[in-house]
């Protein structure tokens, strides 16, 4: 019996059934939405509590037994990958919306509750969670990734999201980070410390989370422009005059070709920025109205507004049915998905060197993206399986990320590190990643949390 | 001659007359706004690059002498105090704006940039630099504080808008942290764990901060209640109403009777807010005339309301003048300034027992706060050097932290640790105190910054 095989009896003997070695669970906990290969854990343990998790690590800690934490399964870049095998434990269980706070516009919640679970729970308060990273993820999760999405350029990431946490230590301590305060300068960031971390300096047991009222008046609009410059500069202008936009979201050539046969679009092939308005009824026709006249000096053109619901669901299908959309251009095909984020003045350069390179490929690619916050995402298209795409995928998203960095960007906005851009963070953080690894080292001595992923030594 | 002697001998060897040990340079640098007495260090060090932090702090490093970052003194709970000695290093010459990139909202600065230089510098791009603690403080210690102030309701704190830092550690190594990104999620977010650490962690001698568009109208608007819950009742439903109000500050009896006094005006004497409102004209005009309708449901009287930025600094004088037309209540007097942060459905219940303390106290107070974050003020006046008054401030500030720590708040919404707080942390953050321990040893083995404070043990 090797040493694993003797921590997971532990675990079993404490825990029962819910202590798995089945193949399919494994499989199930070892694999996410990349492209990469499965790894396996060795065993899956469902917790139910935050004393499930504690008496859990406890024990894999004193076995020196990797642990991957495990929401839902909906990273992109292998954040719950088993590389070094162990113990994967799965959170999903701890699902309660522990209370809700509309005066002070917060909510208390396990990490395993899921962002569209915590807006139906929300319905009657007139109050939302805004981060949407796209999947129905574990807010948990998306805590630990740093997840944002389209609205993060009015609402912010899980950085500005996150009030407190409860953690797990990887010796089965439980810490309380933050409070419900808005704000406070009393002490060192450990909230901050823990979102991002992707489950390498503990496990999230419960998270605070900032609730945004919904506005009383939403509309949306769609435009076309001659060129991916004429975009951002409209992007940059509309900025510029303050004006609050919730979501502006690019859809490149290929992105608007795939939805034209996908949803049976007539749209011009041209880059299209969609965007939305949150605010008064007058407000957001305001907004709209100032955006257009913005648009229109950078030529956009077919500027269509709406405020009704199913008009605005009309005009932003492109968008909504971008991925599906995208991969019909292939039958068979699965997205390689890669991002990165730069400074918005040095987004146009990118996108088009995106573009020129995957045009010069066997690869067919979309790109999109939060242009507001210049995060971009490269949608490879490859058949699942086939070694030759996915090295010509992988060579085109690291010049993705070798761009974006030399622009004073970052390798991934809100994609992560995983497995996927463990590669760059040298390139990135430079000495600064010895202070991440010195971190890491302080809060997981023994290296358990998550190995060989962000703050492990190379190997 | 002395260990610490040896390394002033050090330092002045390698900078001539820029290492001073004369008794009024030290005694301006171990002071600062608070109600603490001076703490001295042996010397003060004027930096002048980042390259001469380094150098400096590589050498007091060596010795295991004691560092203490200064900016420009403007702290309030004795942040550069040295009670362990050693040398303060000033950082006011780095006061060079490296760089403004007006198309991605940002700005590179050296630390001892002040916030007033930094928007004077920004004076022809259309935007600015909005955090505002009142005093003219240095980025670089704002930054250190995670300071706030007035529109952190509606631009956040220093938090959410510091993007990228560039820090020299103990050692002397100088890293990076983030980039000019607006988001990333590639490893810990060592930016936000050197935001608020105090100058404890190592020596900030970069900031690159968020810019934001100068709104097209500024409106602004004064209203009275009948009591503090009809004010805090306005605000929240305000903020549920998602009004984007920029400003909102209230200030109670003590302060509106001060500011007649003082100001010459004929203010009703009950509990007021301020507020203030940044969008389109039409936009500001709409947000006032919801706030109003609102207020008029709590009881709010006297709503008054301008645009001119004239009537706008009228309407606002008893809020600007507060701080000197409280201590001119009590001719000689300075203020014990406190703060500390709760849920907002708490504010009401801390500002009354705050309140109720103070009438029952032989010292006279007043209380303001920045209510749309739930962070509240209570300024005590106190004589210079009255120890038996200062005893009985420090007396009812703790009660207004332990009070603010039961309504499950924060010892300090911007004012931080500093020496003041230090007391407070256990309550706080409980084992979550243990940890920062661990970082602070991770990041400072040899205990040299700041020593004392923050992520030090208790002595």
């Known amino acids: 019996m090797t040493g694993i095989e003797t921590t997971i009896d532990r675990l079993a003997a404490l825990f029962g059934e819910r202590v798995s070695r089945s193949q399919d669970v494994r499989r199930s906990h070892g694999d996410d939405l990349s492209y990469l290969p499965a790894m396996l854990p060795d065993a899956v343990f469902f917790a139910r509590s935050t004393e499930d998790v504690a008496r859990a690590l406890a024990i894999c800690n004193d076995d020196g037994v990797p642990v991957v934490p495990f929401g839902v399964g909906t990273s992109i870049e292998g954040q719950i990958h088993a590389p070094r095998g162990g113990v994967s434990i799965d959170l999903s269980g701890l699902d309660a919306v522990l209370a809700v706070h509309a005066e002070d516009f917060d909510a208390v919640v396990q990490p395993g509750v899921t962002r569209e679970k915590l807006n139906a729970h929300l319905r009657d308060t007139g109050l939302t969670f805004p981060v949407d990273p796209g999947a129905d993820a574990s807010i948990g999760g998306m805590a630990s990734t740093r997840a944002s999405g389209t609205n993060a350029v009015r609402y912010g990431t899980m950085r500005e999201n996150v009030l407190a946490l409860e953690v797990v230590l990887p010796d089965g301590e439980v810490i309380r980070t933050g409070t419900r305060a808005r704000k406070s300068s009393t002490g060192y960031d450990l909230t901050r410390v823990f979102v991002g971390a992707e489950g390498t300096l503990g496990i999230i047991t419960e998270v605070t989370v900032r609730l945004h009222p919904i506005p009383a008046a939403i509309s949306s609009a769609v435009c076309t422009f001659p060129t991916l410059a004429a975009a951002v500069d409209t992007v940059i202008a509309t900025m510029q005059s303050a004006i609050p936009v919730a979501r502006i979201e690019f859809l490149d050539e290929v992105a608007i070709e795939a939805a034209n046969n ?13 965007l939305e308005f949150h605010g008064t009824p007058a407000g957001v026709a305001e907004q709209a109205a100032q955006v257009e006249e913005i648009a229109a000096e950078f030529g ?11 008009e605005r669901n009309r005009l932003w299908r492109a968008r ?12 068979g095909s699965a997205t390689f998905a890669t991002d990165a984020c730069v400074p918005i003045s040095r987004l146009t350069e990118n996108i088009l060197a995106a573009r020129a390179d995957a045009d010069a490929s066997f690869l067919r690619a979309k790109i999109n993206g939060h242009v507001g916050d210049g995060n971009f995402h490269v949608s490879y298209l490859v058949m699942p399986g086939a070694a030759d795409e996915i090295r010509e995928a992988e060579r085109l998203a690291a010049r993705v990320v070798e761009r974006a960095l030399a622009s004073g960007g ?17 390139a990135e953080h430079g000495p600064a990643l010895g202070l991440m690894r010195s971190l890491k080292a302080a809060f997981d001595p023994r290296g358990i949390m998550n190995p060989g992923k962000l703050g492990s030594h190379p190997t």
């Open 320 to 331: 909504y049915d971008s991925n599906p959309a995208t991969r019909a251009l292939r039958p």
């Open 262 to 274: 996908y949803s049976h679009l007539a749209l011009e092939v041209a880059p299209t920025l969609f």
């Open 410 to 426: 970052t390798a991934s906005g809100e994609h992560g590190v995983g497995l996927g851009k463990l590669r760059f963070l040298e």
């Open 300 to 310: 956009g053109r077919h500027f269509r507004f709406a405020t009704d619901p199913e």
